[in-house]
């Protein structure tokens, strides 16, 4: 039986009929929302072609449904260009996602924010201008730097943004979320590259990002979230033949889940240049010790 429009069958990995990079997930009421990248790289050319996001949705982490497209590049009057990682988060009944773009006339890349009512969208630019520009860090000395934003909301309600490229920046959001509450600082870890992802376990926040090239994932736990992070080890080896590597860490009816890619899916005998299949793994280790 062929599955109705805009459904996708269970079973891992859970996005076939699509290139798709960079999960983020959200958990909000009784369902993940899983937002990601699209590659539309034409066959044979190894470059990446990533103009909109892409969003699914499961309430129970087998069966998805592909939602209409929220957002687009083109949704950012001041962007001109690459839909890169990104991440949506609610607070206070609105939805807030955070994506890398290239800016249109400052050089590099650039961190925006759009917002919406629900977690479908339609997602709109929130500001009319980019939270975080190329000429705002200096702590890495390249036009990438500025990319893989994630949001984590502490129990006083305070937000912090974290992103990266070969330096981990984090910075405090004010509670409209679209504006920056204090100075731009760094995290010193170890060969760090970029995807920073935050999530907590009891007293511990885990901070777990890509290292090397190509990319593992490690993690790094530290009491508080502005530091300092100790080094714990790797949770996630070599991504298949991606070179890139992306997770998204949560927690859903009491089960621990690891989401991220890896290249699997060819096209006319040449693997697309952005990743594809999404994996998602289950966690059962979750010490502070471990390494899951």
Same mark, same amino acid.
């Given at each position: ?11 891992? +990995? #859970? ?18 929302? #899983? ?14 072609? =990533? ?18 497209? +929220? ?20 607070? *206070? ?24 009512? *629900? ?14 520009? *190329? ?39 004010? +509670?409209? =979320? ?5 100075? #731009? ?10 995807? +920073? ?38 949770? *996630? ?45 289950? #966690? ?9």
């Amino acid at each position: 039986m062929k599955p109705a429009p805009g459904v996708v069958l269970g079973g891992n +990995p #859970i996005i076939k009929n699509k290139y798709t990079a960079d999960p983020a997930a959200l958990v909000y009421k009784d369902k993940v929302y #899983i937002y990601t990248g699209h590659d539309e790289a034409p066959p044979r050319q190894e470059r990446y072609v =990533m103009n909109e996001w892409l969003c699914f949705s499961s309430s129970d982490m087998v069966n998805w449904m592909e939602h209409p497209v +929220p957002l687009k590049v083109t949704d950012f009057a001041w962007a001109k260009g690459d839909a890169w990682a990104s991440q949506a988060v609610e607070r *206070n009944g609105k939805f807030y996602w955070y994506v890398a773009v290239e800016h249109g006339s400052i050089e590099g890349k650039a961190i925006g924010v759009a917002v919406a009512d *629900n977690p479908l969208g339609l997602f709109k630019d929130a500001r009319g201008s980019a939270l975080i520009t *190329n000429d705002m860090t200096t702590a890495a000395k390249i036009r990438w730097d500025d990319t893989d934003p994630t949001v984590w909301i502490d129990e006083k309600g305070q937000a912090y943004l974290f992103w990266g490229n070969t330096a981990c920046y984090y910075a405090r959001l004010k +509670p409209n =979320m679209t504006e920056l509450d204090g100075p #731009i600082q760094t995290v010193n870890l170890p060969n760090f590259t970029e995807a +920073p992802w935050i999530h907590k376990r009891g007293d511990w926040y885990y901070l777990s990002y890509a290292s090397g090239f190509p990319e593992k994932i490690v993690y790094a736990i530290s009491r508080k979230i502005e530091g300092p992070w100790e080094y714990k080890g790797i949770l *996630n080896e070599l991504a298949g033949n991606s070179n890139t590597n992306h997770q998204a860490i949560i927690d859903f009816k009491g089960q621990s889940y690891f989401i991220y890619h890896n290249g699997a899916i060819q096209t006319d005998g040449a693997a697309s240049a952005a990743p594809s299949e999404l994996i998602i793994c289950t #966690i059962t280790k979750t010490a502070p010790s471990s390494a899951w």
